[in-house]
């Protein structure tokens, strides 16, 4: 069984207040792109829970920390699955603020549900991958939604970009969480992000921000340098996605990568 886990993007990003656990509360857009890894899962005659192996770009971690076969885990402790094979073609970047995996994490749950006629319901895989990541359940129905407290609460939301394009630049600049949050100011905005959303896309670049840039952007200019580039290229609306280090702008039309960035990942598609 193959399939081929997808990223998302943050259309705005609030951050509201700091919870009393330590954590912060924030209020975002996930919206999903055709920007995917490729998961793929089969039988095994082997005597291990499962059998991890990778391509791509390269994961530095022991399998048993990667969040795929914590997935994995959780099933086959709940529900005694068979021994299976697992491989992973990585190819959304890490630390780029995408989710990526994430999205690997719930496609295991929905795959492993599928393959070994588990009948979870819906709300059981969605609980499940809770306990993997606060993103983790979005990527379980796939479809655009208002995230809040963690961003872990959803709400859906009406909002379509197909026939826009997308360019996404992830540049080789690391951002921890500490790091984001440190210069960070907690603020209750004037407007809920779910009423900006609605407002023409021509009218976000002046309503809908993402409050880590200015965390970011003054230890990193390069960054602030790409979105600018990308509104000089004719974004209708352009931002950081997540606590970064990726950018991404939207287009009416096919925009190009530019040579100057041929050294980061960049990727373009139509939504």
């Known amino acids: 069984m193959l399939r081929f886990p997808n990223a998302k993007i943050n259309l705005g990003l609030n951050i509201v207040e700091k919870r009393s656990d330590g954590f912060h509360n924030i ?7 055709p920007l995917t890894d490729g998961l793929e899962i089969a039988d095994s005659n082997k005597e291990t829970i499962y059998n991890f192996s990778s ?6 971690i022991d399998d048993k920390d990667n969040i795929v076969c914590k997935a994995f885990d959780l099933l ?3 529900y005694n699955i068979p021994s299976t094979n697992i ?8 630390g780029a603020g995408l989710g990526g995996g994430s999205s690997d994490a719930a496609f295991m749950i929905k795959m ?37 407290g963690k961003g ?14 997308i360019l996404l630049v992830k540049p080789n600049i690391h951002i921890s969480t500490p790091e984001a949050y440190s210069n960070v100011t907690p603020s209750q905005p004037n407007k809920s992000l779910k009423e900006l959303i609605t407002e023409p896309i021509q009218n976000w670049k002046n ?8 965390s970011i952007f003054p230890n990193h200019p390069k960054l602030e340098n790409i979105k600018n580039d990308l509104y000089n290229m004719g974004a209708v609306y352009a931002s950081m996605s997540g606590s970064g280090s990726s950018l991404f702008g939207i287009f009416k039309d096919e925009p190009m990568c530019p040579e100057i960035w041929s050294e980061y990942f960049c990727w373009k598609s139509r939504l």
């Open 207 to 214: 309503l809908i921000f993402n409050d880590f840039e200015n």
């Open 55 to 60: 391509s791509g770009i390269p994961i530095k």
């Open 76 to 78: 086959y402790r709940k």
């Open 112 to 148: 492993l549900n599928e393959k070994y006629k588990l009948e979870l319901s819906f709300d059981e895989m969605k609980n499940l991958a809770g306990q993997l990541g606060s993103d983790c359940p979005f990527f379980i129905a796939n479809k655009p939604v208002f995230a809040e």
């Open 27 to 33: 209020e975002t857009i996930f919206y999903p792109i």
């Open 87 to 94: 491989h992973l073609h990585k190819n959304i970047p890490f």
């Open 152 to 165: 872990d609460v959803f709400s859906e939301i009406l909002i379509d970009l197909s026939g826009y394009h």
